[in-house]
């Protein structure tokens, strides 16, 4: 079929970020193939010689890979068009540069290349002095340039422009009025077809008015590039919803329309197979002429989709569409697992991964946890001989925990959690799409995620110890909405399991950045929730950050992020993921009295790990848990946060909100009970000396540091935790509860040779104060205002 006449429908990779590989792209032709799709523009941003350095021919080796990419597009019935982006830096009036733009042209014209696209967005509308000398405006400049290439290329079947305002957004002062867009309707050549994306850059809807409008002013129909999909603009946000707001009755107002997906090659599939099923209901519902295949099997094929993925006015459903794209999706998750694929062995003395992707490497390190802030021991075979056999305690409540042990996740004889492919299933798979569904519009799970908060927020006086005489019944409704926005957490930090040992290398390096993101959100809220169901909220910072929707960058997670008090902290949240992904369940929630003991022998193990020997332990096993954690669990356990995996405890933040009053309240209160539990006449001299040291953390800080800094903090967490920015969601979690209720400031002191957590926490927002402001003369304190 002549491309003049054809109706272009496919992929355009024009996205900033890293391009799709080579093996990626043969991937893509096969889908493109089999939903018929007929067009691939290749542009992305970040192939130096398409944009920066557009100068330079291809080298031997690069053009071998770009003549095998046309051949197999053009084995996969494609058509394979070109594009360069020379408007950053080029001299319209060059000679010198037109003969380069002509010389890179031709190099691909002779490697098989039949279609070609000149892109100018995204630059500046500025002329050079000898630009200005040589052309009466920005468009005449760029329009000569644009005519002569397509001349120089045999006049080409298929020959895009991309205009510098290519959205009615850019447009000054409008479409209709625009003396940029007029210019080149009137003086670009009638067959070189102009890029449009709409009525804004990311256009929710096209709509037959808009197009009308543009085509008069161009005076050709408009070819969309489509930006529904894309997500360059924001490393938080991904896109699987289904292809929407665009109908089939615009293709007679279209040249054509590409869309410009997710950079992430492997979230792309139901955005273009529903972009397939669109194009295939135009073909069968729609009276025009325009037509993209004429073969018998693809005229079958669209009567089988019309039947399932139209409504009843025979209008494209975007929602059944989507149906039949999970259903195929299910699919291709459920092959076998490539050889290498993830298995996470965690074994009580070793933690070993056996084969990961690579994703962007988390350089942040987990804070060491010994009470005097040097290298922790690593629980494993230590836990199991410290005193009263507290490991195999932990071993024995593994199967009686609340994190039960699903599909694909078998143990071992000798304690090895073994993590096994097991599919996600289809209720995973919505759940996932619906979190990560459209730049406008949330899925239903994400929709309910955020009402939830949002109501609990503004409720949470229902369930406050301060309000004795609110109705019971709506005590009840508050926690039974509590429990359902909690049971979506779980099903996401389930969703982060599943995704890591249940699909490929390649769909893993792709969706892991963005299913990790949610969950350690989901784990910060859901903590946040579980702690205002305790009823120990004042209200005084609970409102959070108000915007309006859509503003806020990071999706569904940026917009739970922003409906806590502490989520215009964006340091707290943002970060790149670990290196070695793990399926282990984490949970973060408030402390509870039966907890004691486990944070007594971690914060134990811990110490002995630090002094180097497992046997030198104080006469009683609660000298150092009362040291270290004692005070704020007995006098403000409100303020305390305890994580845990399957096997149990494996870290706490504990805080005190107004460390003035609860330094009186120890001296009145704790330091009594510790001297009547270890009175003098024991004869431990270990005893005494922590006796002594407790003593002395009694000291006052001075009034200079409590003014800024009112709330104080204690941080500690196992060493060999698999992935270390739990630790981070938990003291979120910590300081997301003392925003809650009015704190203004936090600080915490440690030891300046505890590089680890120095490091940790300055990551996290938090400064050295002067060194002299602490209790202990070598002791540095850090702080961050909230």
């Not at 058509?79 to 890179?104: A, E, H, M, T």
């Amino acid at each position: 079929m002549d491309g003049r006449s054809e109706f272009l429908c496919g992929v355009v990779e024009g996205f900033y970020g890293r391009p799709w590989s080579m093996e990626q792209r043969k991937v893509l032709f096969q889908w493109m193939q089999r939903w018929e799709l007929n067009t691939y523009l290749y542009g992305p941003k970040d192939d130096l010689k398409h944009r920066l350095l557009w100068r330079e021919v291809y080298s031997p080796e690069e053009e071998g890979q770009l003549h095998t990419l046309i051949v197999e597009s053009e084995k996969r019935g494609l058509r394979f068009v070109y594009s360069l982006s020379p408007g950053q830096d080029i001299v319209f009036s060059s000679s010198c540069d037109l003969s380069l733009l002509k010389r890179k042209l031709r190099q691909v014209s002779k490697l098989g290349c039949q279609a070609f696209a000149i892109l100018f967005d995204d630059i500046d509308h500025s002329l050079c002095q000898a630009d200005s000398q040589a052309f009466s405006s920005f468009a005449h400049a760029q329009v000569s340039v644009a005519n002569e290439i397509y001349r120089f290329l045999g006049e080409p079947p298929v020959f895009l422009f991309c205009p510098t305002e290519y959205c009615g957004s850019l447009c000054s002062p409008s479409v209709s009025k625009s003396p940029y867009l007029m210019t080149v309707g009137e003086d670009l050549l009638p067959n070189i077809s102009i890029i449009w994306t709409g009525s804004k850059v990311i256009s929710r809807e096209l709509s037959v008015e808009g197009l009308s409008e543009v085509q008069s002013v161009l005076q050709r129909p408009p070819l969309v590039w489509d930006n529904l999909h894309a997500n360059d603009y924001d490393s938080r946000r991904l896109f699987l919803g289904p292809f929407k707001g665009r109908y089939p009755q615009l293709a007679t107002q279209l040249r054509g329309l590409l869309l410009n997906p997710n950079c992430e090659f492997e979230a792309n599939y139901i955005p273009l197979h529903t972009l397939g099923t669109c194009v295939c209901v135009c073909v069968c519902v729609s009276n025009n002429d325009v037509c993209v295949s004429e073969c018998v099997f693809f005229i079958l094929f669209c009567v089988f989709l019309t039947m399932v993925c139209v409504d009843e006015e025979h209008q494209y459903c975007p929602e059944m569409a989507l149906s039949t794209a999970l259903h195929d999706w299910m699919e291709e998750l459920s092959q076998p697992l490539q050889p290498g694929c993830v298995c996470v062995v965690l074994k009580r003395s070793q933690l070993s991964l056996i084969s990961t992707v690579h994703p962007d490497v988390d350089s942040d390190l987990p804070p060491p946890s010994s009470p005097e802030g040097e290298e922790g021991v690593r629980r494993g075979e230590k836990e199991g001989r410290s005193e009263g056999g507290d490991g195999e305690e932990r071993e024995k409540k593994l199967h009686n925990n609340q994190f039960q042990q699903g599909p694909g996740q078998p143990r071992s004889p000798g304690g090895v959690l073994c993590v096994e492919k097991a599919p996600l299933s289809e209720s995973q798979i919505r759940l996932l799409v619906g979190l990560h569904y459209l730049p406008h519009e949330h899925g239903p799970s994400a929709q309910r995620l955020l009402q939830d908060l949002t109501w609990l927020k503004e409720h949470c006086h229902l369930v406050s110890a301060n309000d004795k005489k609110g109705p019971p019944q709506k005590a009840e409704e508050w926690r039974g909405r509590a429990a359902g926005f909690l049971g979506v957490c779980e099903e996401i930090a389930a969703l982060h399991s599943s995704v890591v040992s249940g699909v490929s290398k390649a769909v893993l390096y792709d969706l892991y950045p963005y299913v990790w993101d949610l969950r350690n959100t989901a784990l910060v809220a859901k903590a946040f929730i579980c702690w205002l169901g305790c009823g120990t909220t004042t209200g005084a910072e609970l409102l959070g950050v108000e915007s309006e929707p859509w503003v806020f960058k990071g999706g569904v997670s940026g917009e739970l992020q922003m409906l806590l008090p502490i989520g215009s902290n964006s340091e707290l949240f943002s970060h790149p993921p670990p290196l070695f992904p793990t399926s282990r369940l984490y949970n973060i929630r408030p402390y509870h009295n039966k907890d004691k003991a486990e944070l007594y022998c971690m914060v134990r193990q811990l110490q002995q790990g630090a002094q180097g020997s497992p046997d030198s332990s104080p006469a009683h096993p609660d000298l150092i848990g009362d040291r270290c954690l004692g005070p704020c669990l007995a006098l403000c356990p409100e303020y305390s946060m305890v994580l845990e995996d399957e096997l149990g405890v494996c870290g706490c933040v504990l805080g005190v909100v107004d460390v003035r009053s609860f330094a009186k309240r120890c001296q009145t209160c704790w330091m009594p009970a510790m001297r009547d539990k270890y009175p003098p006449r024991t004869g431990h001299a270990n005893s005494q000396e922590v006796l002594q040291q407790m003593e002395e953390d009694q000291g006052e800080y001075p009034d200079s540091l409590l003014y800024h800094f009112p709330s104080q903090l204690r941080l500690d967490a196992l060493p060999d935790l698999v992935d270390i920015s739990v630790t981070r969601c938990l003291l979120t979690a910590l300081l997301t509860a003392l925003k809650a209720n009015g704190s203004h400031g936090v600080f915490c002191e440690m030891q300046p040779t505890d590089r680890m957590r120095l490091d940790f926490l300055t990551k996290l927002g938090f400064l050295e104060i002067i060194r002299g402001e602490a209790r202990h003369r070598e002791g540095v304190v850090l702080g961050r205002l909230l």
